[in-house]
């Protein structure tokens, strides 16, 4: 082979070797780029995911009906009565919704900030109840020992009620010796024939709850009234649903 031609294939694969290196580094910039590009989306999400901001009771009226979730993020909820799992085997609500009187969500936010403070916060089985859905409920159990007459009205007919249990920070029921809505000698407040922990749950809510303004009834651990809502009027207030 002469020199010449030699000279040009050696030529030839140099050439080759340079163009494949650069073509090498420069996919491996490409994928850095890729990561960081990635690095940087995933950031800019965590650092724009929108922060819950919460309306403050400041300037309403205290009769004022306000929707307890818009106000804090800190309570539970397991509203029986937009369920069939409740004592009437009925759905009596259009949609779960927690509303009270603005005086009502006050003394609830107080109570509840001293729950946390003790590891625990209120979960609802139910709150403000329209008067019409008093109505549904006499019609199905027309009974007062159980259902208040809707001609009177319950003091959750007015906002001033709630029906509520505690739980642990991280969604655990405390125990207390039923269900919700258990019409029986076991759900009696001076019913002292129960395991002392049912006993210590029951008082820890009872004396927390009325310590901010609420007493509770004889035969139902669950229910409180704030006092000063005693005198409010019935309301029918009705709540939107999400359609």
Request: glycine share 4%.
């Given at each position: 082979?002469?020199?010449s031609v030699l000279f040009v294939i050696l030529l030839v694969l140099v050439s080759c070797r340079n163009e494949t290196k650069?073509?090498?580094?420069?996919?491996?910039?490409?994928d850095t780029l890729k990561i960081t590009e990635n690095k940087v989306v995933r950031e800019q999400i965590t650092d724009t995911t929108?922060?819950?901001v919460y309306k403050s009771l400041e300037g309403l009226a205290d009769t004022t009906f306000v929707r307890l979730a818009d106000y804090s993020g800190d309570f539970a909820y397991d509203?029986?009565?937009?369920?069939?799992?409740?004592?009437?085997?009925?759905?009596?609500y259009d949609c779960a919704e927690c509303y009270t009187r603005v005086k009502t969500a006050r003394a609830l936010l107080k109570a509840n900030k001293e729950f946390i403070d003790k590891g625990?916060?209120?979960?609802?089985?139910?709150?403000?109840?329209?008067?019409?859905?008093?109505?549904?409920?006499?019609?199905?159990?027309?009974n007062?020992?159980?259902?208040?007459?809707?001609v009177k009205g319950s003091i959750h007919n007015k906002g001033g009620a709630v029906d509520i249990t505690l739980v642990t920070l991280n969604g655990e029921e405390l125990e207390m010796?039923?269900?919700?809505?258990f019409f029986g000698k076991r759900a009696y407040h001076d019913n002292l024939d129960l395991p002392q922990e049912i006993l210590d749950n029951r008082l820890l809510l009872k004396t927390t709850m009325e310590k901010h303004g609420f007493w509770s009834i004889r035969t139902e651990w669950?229910?409180?009234?704030?006092?000063?809502?005693?005198?409010?009027?019935v309301a029918n207030f009705k709540w939107d649903c999400p359609e």
């Open positions: 082979m002469k020199p650069p073509s090498e580094k420069g996919q491996n910039i490409k929108p922060t819950l509203l029986r009565y937009a369920t069939e799992n409740n004592f009437l085997k009925a759905k009596v625990y916060k209120i979960k609802f089985f139910d709150c403000y109840r329209p008067n019409s859905v008093q109505y549904k409920m006499w019609k199905i159990v027309p007062p020992q159980y259902v208040a007459n809707p010796g039923t269900d919700f809505d669950w229910h409180y009234n704030l006092s000063a809502g005693s005198n409010d009027k």
